[in-house]
């Protein structure tokens, strides 16, 4: 008896090393992923020593420490965060104006068939137009000022809300509208009630995809549209050869952009608590 | 005033097979429920059943015929038929929500529907975080905030394991006794139906006819455990199932003549 569980044991014992050796390599070497962390310091650090070596063209590629001289004085001059601020804020502008009716026409086609039939064609065939192509039309139009600004990102953010409503709102189960109907909801409540929630993942998908778009959209028309803002400060430190300027303005650019969808996310989980379930 | 009262309802629907035929969901059915009384229509899936409730609770319009109620009756549906977007308490408060009743008097009615169904504890979670039966549960109240004067069930404990249905049809009786609602109970399960109503409407293959009316001899407050030991549950199980047989039978039949 006492032998036959001594073997038991100490087969057990060395099964569990084995599987403890198993489990270890399938998760793939320590080094590795205590390492991957700090991949892009090193990148930097490689840059920085290319650079004063003179491997890297340092005209094109300046030195990370460079940069961030340029940065500390564009920061005290107060200049970066008027740029920073400028685009902010055209984007800001520009989004609730392209979101809303983007939102409120996704819900309106995508519950009702005859409309959707009658004029998806439309923003179908709109939705391939380059946004920045119809600039020059714009300021025609609206001028120099800032009104062509929030146009453009409006126009760029309202196709991102209006396909993802429609599509979130067309794929709602009909039983929930069934449901609804059963406890007496009118046609606008049960829109609000069953199409505009059940969307809502689909709309989010729409306003971080929108706020990507929208940089992008609004870097370009202040290339070429603006006296002012993150876009300008980087076309005219081209004209200039102020190349790090360039990449505090391009470092900015993404930053902002990060920090804007991760606040987004955060507006996701609080307006959005069923989906983690 | 009367229940619900359904006669002579046909419902069409345009086959998939050729153009110019149609599909029988229905055919000629009446049937009445007096207010306060518990009816189970029994038949076979595809039957129509579904189709018969839908008509009735307004969601779909008649081929031929006419569905009377005093008032919009209120509904629980097969599973699924609670928002994932809302709260247990969300969900019950829906149709109050919609009926713009005033927030204080919507919490205190949804507190006392919560206490009913005993899902007080259960107020702020998400449909997916809780079990098949509590979600019934949460369509139950739910179908009791909005308060109609009919109740329509579709299947609502169709897809439970069988100790949970057991429980919750008990519950449904003990809640349903202390109203005066007529209630129209949809099933396939002869079990189910013989359990609860005081009359079982027993419906043929598709094109679903009325093939029976059975009424149900045992007396409320009702006991569905102890049930089980009465000599007439054995019994009326049994020309239940011999309803059902013999139409499955006859079917085969016209199958073999069609062939
Ligand atoms: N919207 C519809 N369009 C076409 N056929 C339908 C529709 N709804 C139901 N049917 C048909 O009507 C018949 C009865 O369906 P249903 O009422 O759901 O049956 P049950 O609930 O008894 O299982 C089925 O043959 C089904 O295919
Ligand atoms: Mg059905």
Not at chain 2, 144 to 163: K, N
Request: proline content about 5%.
């Amino acid at each position: 008896m006492t032998t036959v569980d001594t073997r038991v044991t100490s087969d057990r014992d060395q099964i569990t090393a084995q599987l403890e050796d198993a489990v270890r390599a399938e998760r793939g070497s320590v080094w590795i992923r205590r390492l991957g962390p700090y991949t892009p310091v090193f990148l930097l650090v490689v840059w920085e020593v290319l650079s004063r070596l003179g491997v890297l063209d340092a005209r094109f590629f300046p030195p990370p420490t460079a940069i961030v001289e340029t940065f500390i004085e564009l920061l005290v001059s107060g200049r970066l965060i008027t740029d920073a601020l400028m685009t902010l804020s055209r984007i800001a502008v520009g989004f609730v104006l392209g979101a809303i009716p983007g939102l409120l026409l996704g819900l309106l086609l995508g519950s009702v068939r005859s409309v959707r039939l009658l004029l998806e064609p439309v923003f179908s065939s709109l939705l391939p137009i380059p946004k920045v192509a119809i600039y020059p039309l714009l300021l025609l139009i609206f001028g120099l000022g800032e009104t062509s600004k929030y146009v453009i990102v409006a126009i760029g953010v309202f196709f991102y809300l209006f396909f993802n409503t429609m599509s979130g709102v067309m794929q709602t189960p009909p039983l929930f509208d069934d449901v609804a109907r059963a406890n007496g909801a009118s046609r606008i409540q049960r829109r609000f009630t069953v199409s505009l929630p059940y969307a809502l993942p689909s709309i989010f998908t729409g306003i971080k995809l929108a706020t990507g778009g929208a940089f992008v959209i609004i870097a370009a028309s202040e290339f070429v549209g603006a006296q002012s803002g993150l876009g300008y400060m980087i076309w005219s430190s081209w004209s200039t050869f102020a190349v790090s300027k360039m990449y505090v303005g391009i470092v900015t650019i993404s930053a902002l952009g990060y920090g804007a969808t991760a606040l987004e996310g955060l507006l996701e989980r609080r307006l959005v608590p069923w989906v983690k379930y | 005033m009367s229940g619900l009262s359904v006669r002579n309802l046909w419902k069409a629907y345009p086959s998939a097979e050729s153009k110019d035929d149609v599909l029988v969901a229905l055919e000629d059915v009446s049937l009445e429920v007096r207010e306060g009384e518990f009816v189970c229509v029994l038949g076979p899936s595809g039957c129509g059943k579904s189709t018969l409730l839908r008509i009735a609770a307004g969601l779909e319009k008649p081929s031929l015929g006419t569905v009377e109620t005093p008032s919009r009756p209120s509904v629980v549906f097969q599973e699924h038929g609670v928002f994932p977007w809302l709260t247990v308490a969300e969900n019950i408060a829906y149709p109050l929500r919609l009926r713009r009743v005033p927030r204080a008097q919507r919490a205190a009615r949804v507190a006392e529907l919560l206490d009913l169904v005993g899902l007080t504890e259960f107020a702020s979670y998400y449909p997916a975080q809780i079990s098949g039966g509590m979600r019934q549960r949460t369509s139950v109240a739910r179908a009791l905030a909005d308060d109609g004067s009919v109740l329509l069930m579709d299947e609502p404990f169709g897809a439970l394991d069988e100790q949970t249905r057991v429980v919750l049809q008990q519950e449904l009786l003990r809640i349903w006794e202390q109203t005066s609602k007529a209630v129209l109970f949809i099933t396939h399960s002869v079990d189910e139906a013989l359990t609860l109503a005081d009359r079982v409407v027993v419906m043929s293959h598709r094109p679903g006819r009325i093939i029976a009316e059975v009424e149900i001899p045992f007396g409320r407050p009702r006991d569905i455990i102890a049930l089980r030991r009465d000599p007439r549950y054995g019994e009326i199980t049994y020309q239940l199932w011999n309803l059902l047989e013999r139409d499955d039978a006859a079917r085969d039949d016209d199958e073999e003549v069609a062939a």
